[in-house]
């Protein structure tokens, strides 16, 4: 929320010089003790659109994921009372912002008036328009998260006995080199019976 509020103030003082300068507006905010300003807008809104894509992208998973439509798992935030936190830190920026650059240029600070009439003209409808998507934002964001965890939550390993131990195979034995002389016969052979003469 102080991040939208911090990126809002930024949309909302270009609304609020756009409606006090007119055409000039641009050079103003982009000279003198305003030549900071057109960075930081871009920067800010730079970081805007990648959050908001980022958030995009992490409900689209959560559907991808659950194969539904995501329903909020809370209620969401009452919008007036985002619109007011919103309007209060960009209110507070935009008077913080335009009283340091009177300061460090020399010129004579606004009245407190004069910045809260300005500053509710250019602030309070950018705060609206955040408030708005950002209580969508918020509430879709939140559910696709429960519902990640909750599609992709830790997987747990049980045994219920425990595993059987594997002998280890032997190991194979190989045949010996068996010498051919060990089978043979090393006695002599007598002559056959048969031509044995009798006595």
């Given amino acids: 929320m102080v991040a939208s509020g911090l990126v809002g103030s930024q949309a909302g003082h270009l609304l609020v010089y756009q409606a006090r300068f007119g055409a000039l507006a641009p050079q103003l905010q982009s000279s003198g003790a305003h030549a900071y300003f057109p960075l930081v807008a871009k920067t800010g809104l730079g ?40 309007y209060t830190i960009q209110l507070a920026c935009f008077a913080g912002q335009e009283t340091l650059e009177a300061a460090l240029t020399g010129a004579p600070a606004l009245s407190a008036a004069v910045l809260l009439l300005w500053g509710t003209l250019g602030q309070l409808p950018v705060a609206a328009v955040i408030a708005v998507a950002l209580r969508w934002l918020m509430a879709e964001v939140t559910s696709a998260v429960q519902e990640i965890r909750a599609s992709l939550g830790p997987v747990e390993l049980r045994f219920d006995r425990a595993p059987a131990l594997v002998p280890a195979p032997a190991p194979r034995r190989e045949p010996r080199l068996v010498s051919n002389t060990a089978n043979r016969w090393h006695g002599k052979r007598g002559p056959p019976s048969s031509c044995v003469s009798a006595p």
Avoid: D, K, N, W
Avoid at 57 to 68: E, K, P, T
Avoid at 76 to 84: F, G, K, P
């Fill in 47 to 86: 970081v805007a659109a990648a959050l908001t894509v980022g958030a995009m992208l992490v409900i689209g998973f959560a559907r991808m994921v659950s194969r539904r439509h995501l329903e909020p798992q809370r209620p969401a935030r009452s919008y007036l009372s985002l619109l007011a936190a919103l």
